[in-house]
């Protein structure tokens, strides 16, 4: 059965994993995550690709990205995976491939699914079983979307600064909603459509994907991801809530 073709656009969020070949790890020490963003910091740079969200695994990586064209994401997987690819091979005296040989991705309604999209990024750590909260774990965006630490990679999308004008207020609104379990049906329409490489959203947002592609999304999630009840304070942006 020939491939899907992925579905790019620009200023348009996309999903990416990439893993490691057959699963296998593909960072060994600290000096490896730290190999891996120096060069997916030069990589986003090259492609003006803006990165939203994203974590390290031991045998994968989640992206969350908009590009600026239709071939960036392309051009920045390839980029950056040559690069860590040598500096592997180099520094633990081995050969071959280290990932997979097809990234997966999928375009994303940023409206429904992106704030979900970044949770269920950063949550991959508490998910493993690697720690028990987001902060605790050094290779994701979590610390500075919920916490405020300065990282250089991110550039937040309007969506995440639409959760409050003041910084301090916004970071606790985004740790509030770690509070709540991932909807298992949202769960499930993400990893679906991540591994179809269809795109994640429903209704006008697919019908007009579709035009522009001239072919049917075949992977439709069943409904929309259940919105999260603010506290009153947070409605009214009066105060923050603590970690």
Known sequence: ???????????????????????????????????????????????????????????????????????????????????YVQYINKTYRRTGTLWDSRYKSSLVHAEDYLLLCQRYIELNPVRAGMTDDPAHYRWSSYRSNGLGQADALLTPHDLYLALDGDAANRQAVYRFLFRSELDREAVADIRLALEQGQPLGKGRFLDQIERMIGRRCEVRPRGRPRKMALPDEMQQKQQALPI
């Not at 593909?26 to 740079?45: M, P, Q, S």
């Not at 990165?51 to 064209?69: C, D, E, G």
Request: aromatic share 8%; glycine share 6%; proline share 6%.
């Open 1 to 83: 059965m020939p491939r899907r073709p992925r579905i790019h656009l620009p200023g348009a969020p996309i999903h990416l994993v990439q893993r490691g070949h057959n699963r296998d790890a593909c960072f060994f020490t600290d000096e490896d995550y730290l190999a891996y963003r120096e060069w997916l910091g030069d990589a986003l740079k090259k492609t003006g690709c803006a990165l939203h969200a994203y974590v390290l695994m031991t045998n994968h990586v989640h992206l969350l990205l908009t590009p600026t064209s239709a071939e960036a994401v392309s051009q920045l997987v390839m980029s950056l995976g040559r690069r």
